[in-house]
């Protein structure tokens, strides 16, 4: 049975490729060589911006004190959460924030995976107990003391911070657990807004072929491990399907357990993707396990007609992996 959320969602991208007057590859390298491309990037950021707000002016109207943000991997959740948080600042609410990462147990309480090592993915590498103990007590208008996790000690220790919150405020919590129920089970369900964000369809190869969701987020991702964590495409596609397997295994289930999901793909971003993935793509050598995948994506990428990436706006969730956002992550 189809979700009925992602079948909107769908129906909702249609719309955005009418408006803008592209459906295929074919259509976007015409604009693009006709000289539209600027228009385009305008287009795109203003009606993602626009669902951004219509989140913002939902969660206002529920009167909601929980915003919890879920999505796979480079599906844009950091960026989102900011971007909700500027909307939400302009319905005259005051978001925070907090980071699950603080919440993990102790390193040597951490489960173990089928290899033996720790699964800091799993859910249980939180203390869910004393996560939903200070959530519970900041929604009932008490101070707590957040705390740190520090990452070289593998231990939770106090961070001298607190956190109340106000009537005007909003909490917003982003991380792959986000819409699993057991992560905030303690909480009343009238008090969370469940947000899903993913780049769950972009432009379509031709009429009949739609482009798969993980490649876009794995050419995202490529090009974010090499400017950012000096890792090269070779090691990112290495580390790929294990990524997908936990995504299946802690994200997808949960997904239409949200109000609202949110599409984080442009219709333009691949032809700005080529530009910086392609030098990168070029470097796995034709000896790795890795260099099929990479022609593959190599082949994929150069059917787009390429866009410099001056025009692309400095909030843009694009520039969470291209660099120069104007938003500190």
Not at 145 to 154: A, H, I, Q, S
Not at 227 to 242: G, L, M, Q, V
């Amino acid at each position: 049975m189809k979700s009925q959320k992602l079948e909107a969602l769908m129906a909702e991208h249609r719309h955005w490729q009418d408006i803008i007057g592209l459906r295929t590859v074919a259509d976007l390298n015409a604009a693009i060589r006709a000289g539209y491309a600027t228009e385009i990037i305008n287009v795109s950021e203003a009606l993602q911006e626009r669902k951004i707000a219509s989140v913002a002016d939902e969660v206002a109207r529920r009167g909601c004190k929980l915003v919890l943000l879920a999505g796979p991997s480079s599906s844009g959740k950091t960026t989102s959460s900011k971007r909700l948080a500027i909307q939400l600042g302009a319905c005259g609410l005051h978001p925070l924030t907090i980071s699950m990462d603080d919440y993990f147990v102790n390193r040597v309480d951490t489960p173990l995976d089928d290899k033996g090592e720790y699964d800091y993915e799993c859910l249980n590498a939180l203390d869910l107990p004393f996560f939903n103990a200070q959530l519970t007590a900041l929604l009932a208008g008490e101070t707590v003391e957040l705390p740190r996790y520090d990452f070289v000690k593998g231990e939770r220790v106090p961070s001298e911070k607190t956190l109340t919150l106000g009537d005007n405020n909003v909490l917003i919590i982003e991380g792959i657990h986000a819409l699993n129920p057991q992560l905030t089970s303690r909480i009343p369900r009238e008090q969370k807004f469940q947000l899903y964000v993913s780049a769950l369809t972009t432009i379509q190869l031709d009429e009949n072929r739609r482009i798969s969701t993980s490649d876009n987020r794995l050419l995202r991702r490529i090009i974010r491990d090499k400017k950012f964590r000096n890792y090269s495409a070779e090691e990112t596609i290495h580390r790929w399907p294990s990524v997908r397997a936990g995504e299946e295994k802690w994200i997808f289930p949960f997904q239409d357990n949200c109000d609202t999901m949110i599409n984080t793909a442009l219709l333009y971003e691949l032809s700005v993707l080529r530009t910086y993935v392609l030098p990168v793509l070029e470097e796995v050598p034709e000896s790795s396990e890795a260099y099929a995948e990479a022609f593959r994506l190599r082949r994929f990428i150069g059917f787009f007609e390429p866009i410099p990436d001056k025009q692309i706006p400095l909030t843009s969730l694009l520039r969470e992996f291209l660099g120069g956002s104007s938003f500190h992550y």
